[in-house]
Nanobody, 129 residues
């Protein structure tokens, strides 16, 4: 059974940091690109960051470059998203998602949710003073 479980969300003040984790099971984790997406109330889901399986290339939305860092541990089947310098506009539910290798990483490279096959249930990040 495929599972993606996010953790690490919470309530933080602007300028603070969080580290989100995504634990995967039930599929060949090392072959899948893993991305983070977020959805704020009343807004569409948007791609935040992604890391490929083949060479660990990383991709970031312009809005988070320099503040977010994605990494993966294939031995532990986990992907982390370090979020620094949080802003109120980062408030959203954050989801991790896995992209089938047959997609040749286009979903990851374009941060496009349509390229993702498996999804977690999300973790809430709230940034407020």
């Amino acid at each position: 059974q495929v599972q993606l479980v996010e953790s690490g969300g919470g309530l933080v003040q602007p300028g603070g940091s969080l580290r989100l984790s995504c634990a995967a099971s039930g599929f060949r984790f090392d072959l899948y690109g893993i991305g983070w997406f977020r959805q704020a109330p009343g807004k569409e889901r948007e791609g935040v960051s992604c890391i490929t399986a083949s060479d660990g290339s990383t991709y970031y939305a312009d809005s988070v470059k320099g503040r977010f860092t994605i990494s993966r541990d294939n031995g532990e089947n986990t992907v982390s998203l370090q979020i620094d310098s949080l802003k109120p506009k980062d408030t959203a539910v954050y989801y991790c998602a896995a992209e089938n290798p047959s997609n040749y990483a286009w979903g990851c490279m374009l941060l496009d949710s349509r390229g993702m096959d498996y999804w977690g249930n999300g973790t809430q990040v709230t940034v407020t003073s």
